[in-house]
């Protein structure tokens, strides 16, 4: 089981231990940032602790690199499964798949798992709050964490790049997209932190843009979203061995010779 704690210099430790009981030590001075709300909200839920081997062989501790957040977003439910608006889940779902992480408990409102890619410590999740509400998830496992926001990058579906085309910035603003003006709600207006764009097309003639997003992709848009979802796993991977700058231009190069393929085909 693990031990979760944070000392008196703010640093989180993450200890294994082989003995079937927990044992918690908080020690919160003036400066500390997080919510201590949030923070019983998570020890609450017992999936906070989501490793269940006896004995583990890594821990996250203040000696290691601070583990990233990848959040996908999206909406809970079979009914919004596959749909354009979901596609941040799907992205996630990838990724886990790929790498064998398991996506099995909630923790801070969301469906969570933690693994490693190579010696990076990493941290997946899909907030289960509903689209709208999104950061309330985000926001509190930032928080719990104690990640800066420069070690969080959201996947977000994005009706301003065509079907199937993704991108990778460091920084930037909501685009009108309601879960990322939650996730910059509850990150105190703050847009410092990464996205993974997910092109999805724009709605055709006059459709409305919400009955749009909520509608499933049809065969051929299908088809390119599965392929986006295993270039983005690919990015993410070199993001996690190379850092955000050197990945982003590698990656977003290679994206924007596929923009200039797909711009103009219908979705």
Known sequence: MMVFFLSQSDKLHIWSVSSLSLSLSLSLSPSLSLSLTSLLD???????FPYKRMITRRCFCSSA???WLFVGLGNPGDKYKGTRHNVGFEMIDAFAKAQGIEMNTLNCKAIFGQGFVGD???LLAKPQTYMNLSGESTGALAAYYKLPLNRVIVFHDDMDL???VLRLQDKGGHGSHNGLKSVIYHFR????FARL?????KPPGQMDPKAFLLQKFNASARERIDTALQEGVEGLKLLLL???TESARRFNTEQKY???RLQTMPT
């Open 65 to 67: 690199p601070r583990p």
């Open 197 to 201: 764009r997910i092109g999805i097309g």
């Open 120 to 122: 990076a410590p990493l």
């Open 189 to 192: 207006g703050n847009r410092e």
């Open 162 to 164: 065509p079907c199937g």
């Open 242 to 244: 190379k850092g955000l």
């Open 258 to 260: 596929k923009h200039i």
């Open 42 to 48: 998570c020890f609450q839920e017992t999936s906070a």
